[in-house]
């Protein structure tokens, strides 16, 4: 099983950026797909972005359209390791954050049913 661990969150200004990690413990990612999903209060838990594994030891990221262009998700597998990347953040990028993982899959989907490991979530707050 795989033990994931969100951090990073904090309170911010529009404008500014802001790196949250996903830590891994116990079993290592493998090839699984994973995704930072978000959730505002009264909102769907929506999908952010899914990094998917391609041929090889590669991978690649889908992005939702709201972060395109803003946000960058990656992963340093030697270290177990997810990151979202935000900048240029925005009042409506206010949510918990939530990594997430899919031990089934290595193309990540945006349904939250098709992930088997959560962390906890961390809070990001953007203040204009």
């Known amino acids: 099983q795989v033990q994931l661990v969100e951090s990073g969150g904090a309170s911010v200004q529009a404008g500014g950026s802001l790196r949250l990690s996903c830590a891994a413990s116990?079993?290592?990612?493998?090839?699984?797909?994973m995704a930072w999903f978000r959730q505002a209060p009264g909102k769907e838990r929506e999908i952010v972005v899914g990094i998917s594994w391609g041929g090889g030891r590669t991978y690649y990221a889908d992005y939702a359209d709201s972060v395109k262009g803003r946000f960058t998700g990656f992963r340093d597998n030697a270290k177990n390791t997810m990151y979202l990347q935000m900048n240029s953040l925005k009042s409506e990028d206010t949510a918990v954050y939530y990594c997430?993982?899919?031990?089934?899959?290595?193309?990540?989907?945006?349904?939250?049913?098709?992930?088997?490991?959560w962390g906890q979530g961390t809070q990001v707050t953007v203040s204009s």
């Open positions: 997430a993982a899919d031990s089934r899959r290595t193309v990540a989907t945006s349904t939250r049913e098709s992930y088997d490991y």
């Open positions: 116990g079993r290592t990612f493998n090839n699984y797909a």
